[in-house]
């Protein structure tokens, strides 16, 4: 598949590994993109809840997609993801389908030299982030320590910290689309969104070259494409 944008480029950011509710373990991995001249474009991706067999930060893919697969289990973003969603301006391509996912698909909309992608913008419906073995192995699974002092102890500048995954569209098969390197060492912080800002990606995933028609995709329908 011929991805658009960042995803057909190499490009620089910053990377984020956090826990976003420090009463249940769900670790989240964020990426953001540098764009010249223009606002970042960031990619963000989580582990579910109850999908967490041990205390390893690296454990399992992270994904766009999160959520539990406990009806009593609630992520504890959902309901702020609601209220924002409702909150957001334009039409159905300019808010996720639902508040379980972050769809990547603004990273295909820009260059990182700034310029547009225009109306040709292919990107993948869904990602996943799979961690090196390497760096899996380095963390204890039964661990109680701070996550952030195993993270920096593990990977030093030059790692590759995991490869990338897309899906093309539904019912397409995951197919790896690029990895993520460091550049740095990573430190330990407490600033959050308070000093250093993740902006949240929010448009839908719509078929390649479908942009303008800004009416909300149905998955139910099933669309064959080319590129």
């Known amino acids: 598949m011929g991805y658009t944008g960042i995803f057909n480029s190499s490009t620089v950011g910053i990377t984020r590994f956090c826990i976003p509710d420090w009463k249940r373990f769900a670790p989240n991995q964020a990426f953001k ?14 582990k579910g809840i109850d999908d967490r067999p041990s ?3 690296f454990d399992g893919p992270f994904s766009d997609i999160f959520g539990t697969s406990s009806a009593s289990v609630e992520s504890p973003n959902t309901a702020a993801f609601i209220a924002t969603i409702k909150a957001l301006h334009g039409g159905p391509n300019d808010r996720p389908e639902g508040p379980n996912g972050l769809p990547p698909y603004e990273l295909g909309e820009i260059n990182p030299d700034g310029t547009s992608v225009g109306d040709r913008v292919v990107s993948p419906l869904h990602i996943q982030l799979q961690v090196t073995d390497e760096l899996f192995n380095k963390i204890d699974p039964k661990s109680r320590n701070g996550f952030r002092a195993g993270i920096i102890n593990a990977v030093p500048s030059g790692s590759l910290l995991s490869t990338m995954w897309g899906q093309a569209g539904p019912g397409a098969n995951f197919e790896p689309i690029g990895q993520i390197y460091s550049a740095s060492e990573f430190v ?14 929010h448009k839908r995933w719509v078929p390649p070259y479908h942009r303008a028609r800004n009416h909300g995709y149905n998955f139910e329908v099933k669309v064959g494409f080319e590129v």
């Open 188 to 201: 330990a912080s407490k600033y959050e969104d308070e000093v250093l800002f993740f902006r949240h990606p």
């Open 55 to 57: 205390h390893n930060f």
């Open 33 to 46: 993109s540098l764009v010249d001249g223009k606002y970042s474009r960031t990619m963000i991706t989580f």
